[in-house]
Nanobody, 116 residues
């Protein structure tokens, strides 16, 4: 049974930082491309950042490029999203996503709230 379990969300002031983690189990982690998505209230879910199965290729949505870094640790079957210089508009539920060809899995999400 595949499980993606996110953690690290919370309440942070504007300008602060958070590191999200997504621990994967039940799959061969090194074969999967991993991504972080987010969904704010009343908005569609959007891709925030992605990383290839090897970790050699990353991509970011323009609104977070330069402020966020996605990384993965195959020894721990975990993908991370380091978020710096957080803004109120980063407030959303953040979801972990794993994909290998036609196989795709979502985590349950972790809330990030940026507010003073």
């Amino acid at each position: 049974q595949v499980q993606l379990v996110e953690s690290g969300g919370g309440l942070v002031q504007p300008g602060g930082s958070l590191r999200l983690s997504c621990a994967a189990s039940g799959l061969t982690f090194s074969l999967y491309a991993m991504s972080w998505y987010r969904q704010a209230p009343g908005k569609e879910r959007e891709l925030v950042a992605g990383i290839s199965s090897s970790g050699s290729v990353t991509n970011y949505v323009d609104s977070v490029r330069g402020r966020c870094t996605i990384s993965r640790d195959s020894a721990k079957n975990t993908v991370y999203l380091q978020m710096n210089s957080l803004k109120p508009e980063d407030t959303a539920v953040y979801y972990c996503y794993a994909r290998l060809k036609s196989l795709a899995y979502w985590g349950q999400g972790t809330q990030v709230t940026v507010s003073s």
